[in-house]
C-alpha cells in the first residue's frame, strides 16, 4: 500500500501508556514521515511534552485514567492542536460522557495502517487550515500597521521632519509581511498535497 508522505515539518504528540502499542505507533507515525513526540506515558508527561513543542497534532489513547483525559484534551484545545483519541468499541460510551472528548475524532482499536494514515492526514489538515488562519491574521494586522506607517512618514515629510527612523520601520514591516506571504505560500502547499 503506497501512503503519501507526510512533510518534514509534521510533529505528532503519542500518549499511550502500553508500551509495546507506544513504540508500534509510535513507528507507523514516523514510517509516515511524522516526526514523533514521545510517546507520553501519561498525561503529566504528555503536558510536560506540549510546553516545550507545538505538534502539528495529537492521538492518544482513551485508557488512560478518565480525570486526566479532560485536561489533556482542555490543553490541546486551548493550544488548537487538533487531536484523535484511540479507543476501543466498549470505551466509546465512555468517551460520549465526556463533553470535552465527546466530539473529538476517534481511531477505533484495533486500525489499519491506512486508517492511521487518514486519521492522521486529517488532522494534519486541519492543522494547516488552523496556521493558515492565524498567518492571515497576522498579515491582515502587519498590513494595517504598514499603512498606520505610510500615514506617519506622509504626516512627518509634509512637516519636514527627518523621516529615517520610520522609513526604517516602514522597511521592516514590509520585509516581515513578504516572510508571512511566504510562510503561508508554504502551508498552502502542504494542503494542496493532500489535493483539496
Same mark, same amino acid.
Given at each position: 500500500?503506497?501512503?503519501?508522505?507526510?512533510?518534514?515539518?509534521?510533529?505528532?504528540?503519542?500518549?499511550?501508556?502500553?508500551?509495546?502499542?507506544?513504540?508500534?505507533?509510535?513507528?507507523?507515525?514516523?514510517?509516515?514521515?511524522?516526526?514523533?513526540?514521545?510517546?507520553?506515558?501519561?498525561?503529566?508527561?504528555?503536558?510536560?511534552?506540549?510546553?516545550?513543542?507545538?505538534?502539528?497534532?495529537?492521538?492518544?489513547?482513551?485508557?488512560?485514567?478518565?480525570?486526566?483525559?479532560?485536561?489533556?484534551?482542555?490543553?490541546?484545545?486551548?493550544?488548537?492542536?487538533?487531536?484523535?483519541?484511540?479507543?476501543?468499541?466498549?470505551?466509546?460510551?465512555?468517551?460520549?460522557?465526556?463533553?470535552?472528548?465527546?466530539?473529538?475524532?476517534?481511531?477505533?482499536?484495533?486500525?489499519?495502517?491506512?486508517?492511521?494514515?487518514? =486519521?492522521? &492526514?486529517? /488532522? !494534519?489538515? *486541519?492543522?494547516?487550515?488552523? #496556521? %493558515?488562519?492565524?498567518?492571515? +491574521?497576522? @498579515?491582515?494586522?502587519?498590513?494595517?500597521?504598514?499603512?498606520?506607517?505610510?500615514?506617519?512618514?506622509?504626516?512627518?515629510?509634509?512637516?519636514?521632519?527627518?523621516?529615517?527612523? =520610520?522609513? &526604517?520601520? /516602514? !522597511?521592516? *514591516?514590509?520585509?516581515?509581511? #513578504? %516572510?508571512?506571504?511566504?510562510? +503561508?505560500? @508554504?502551508?498552502?502547499?502542504?494542503?494542496?498535497?493532500?489535493?483539496?
Amino acid at each position: 500500500m503506497m501512503l503519501t508522505p507526510f512533510p518534514a515539518e509534521c510533529c505528532v504528540l503519542v500518549v499511550e501508556d502500553e508500551p509495546v502499542q507506544a513504540l508500534d505507533l509510535a513507528s507507523m507515525l514516523a514510517g509516515f514521515g511524522c516526526a514523533v513526540i514521545g510517546p507520553a506515558d501519561s498525561v503529566r508527561e504528555a503536558l510536560q511534552l506540549l510546553g516545550r513543542r507545538r505538534p502539528s497534532f495529537a492521538l492518544f489513547d482513551a485508557s488512560l485514567p478518565v480525570a486526566s483525559l479532560v485536561p489533556l484534551a482542555d490543553t490541546l484545545a486551548r493550544l488548537e492542536v487538533p487531536f484523535a483519541v484511540l479507543a476501543t468499541g466498549l470505551e466509546h460510551r465512555a468517551l460520549d460522557r465526556l463533553s470535552v472528548l465527546r466530539e473529538a475524532p476517534r481511531l477505533t482499536k484495533p486500525f489499519s495502517l491506512g486508517d492511521l494514515h487518514q =486519521a492522521a &492526514s486529517v /488532522l !494534519h489538515q *486541519i492543522d494547516l487550515c488552523s #496556521k %493558515i488562519a492565524a498567518t492571515d +491574521r497576522r @498579515i491582515s494586522e502587519g498590513r494595517m500597521r504598514l499603512a498606520q506607517q505610510i500615514r506617519l512618514i506622509e504626516r512627518l515629510e509634509a512637516a519636514g521632519t527627518h523621516t529615517v527612523l =520610520a522609513n &526604517s520601520l /516602514l !522597511h521592516e *514591516i514590509a520585509r516581515t509581511l #513578504k %516572510i508571512m506571504r511566504a510562510s +503561508r505560500a @508554504i502551508l498552502r502547499q502542504q494542503l494542496e498535497a493532500y489535493g483539496t
